[in-house]
């Protein structure tokens, strides 16, 4: 079964600073890894959807990179702001409509 | 722009009771879906439905049941609720399986006492 892990579990860092967000995964068999944002009381908001056959995607100031042979995944926040606080996920679906969670980090940016 | 609707937002049952918790999209989309959220676990897939007339089980579908009622509308049935489905549960849809971003509702938060 696949386990995907992120860490750490919680992060704090000052506005304007520059983050990356961790999370890798045990089978590198996988058709594509899914980077979510939530907020507290609230649902899932994709952020990045990278296909197996891509190295990264960005989205203004995120860029999600994706190494599928070593089982990790990065995501990269520039220029950190309040409103960036929230819960990020990781998602990977490995086929048969399965699409296996991380716990996910709780980002707290401080002003 | 609605998305997908979840209700109710929350619920209180007592052990024994059923109830269904209730998913509408309005995206046109295939593909709908419904998790629970436990704390320390992340998400976790209860069933599917990979388009309309069918679903699947997930990872953890024992003690529910679904019904694809049309495109829009995929509901969660629990038949005699226990406090191991204390839960936030969430419904999602997409465009096609897997392939295609999830969309997700707000959550129903259930207690069961």
């Known amino acids: 079964k696949q386990e995907v892990t992120q860490i750490p579990a919680a992060l704090s860092v000052p506005e304007g600073e520059n983050l990356v967000l961790n999370c890798s995964f045990t089978?590198?068999?996988?058709?594509?890894l899914q980077w979510f944002r939530q907020d507290p009381g609230k649902g899932l908001t994709s952020l990045l959807l990278i296909q197996s056959s891509q190295r990264e995607q960005t989205s203004g100031r995120l860029n999600a990179s994706l190494d599928k042979s070593s089982g990790r995944s990065t995501l990269y926040i520039a220029a950190s702001q309040p409103g960036d606080s929230a819960t990020y996920l990781c998602?990977?679906?490995?086929?048969?409509?399965?699409?296996?969670f991380g716990t996910g980090t709780r980002l707290t940016v401080i002003p | 722009n609605a998305g997908v609707t979840q209700t109710p937002k929350f619920q209180v049952l007592k052990t024994g009771q059923s109830m269904t918790l209730q998913c509408a999209q309005d995206?046109?989309?295939?593909?709908m879906y419904w998790y629970r959220q436990d704390p320390g676990m992340g998400l976790r897939l209860i069933y599917y439905s990979a388009s309309e007339g069918t679903t699947d089980k997930g990872e953890v579908p024992n003690g529910y049941n679904v019904s694809r009622l049309n495109k829009r509308e995929f509901s969660l049935r629990l038949e005699s609720a226990a406090p191991s489905q204390t839960s936030v549960y969430f419904c999602a849809s997409s465009r096609g399986q897997g392939y295609e971003p999830q969309h997700f509702g707000d959550g129903t938060r259930l207690s069961i006492l």
């Open positions: 998602a990977v679906y490995s086929g048969a409509n399965n699409l296996f």
């Open positions: 995206m046109n989309h295939n593909s």
């Open positions: 089978d590198s068999a996988i058709y594509n």
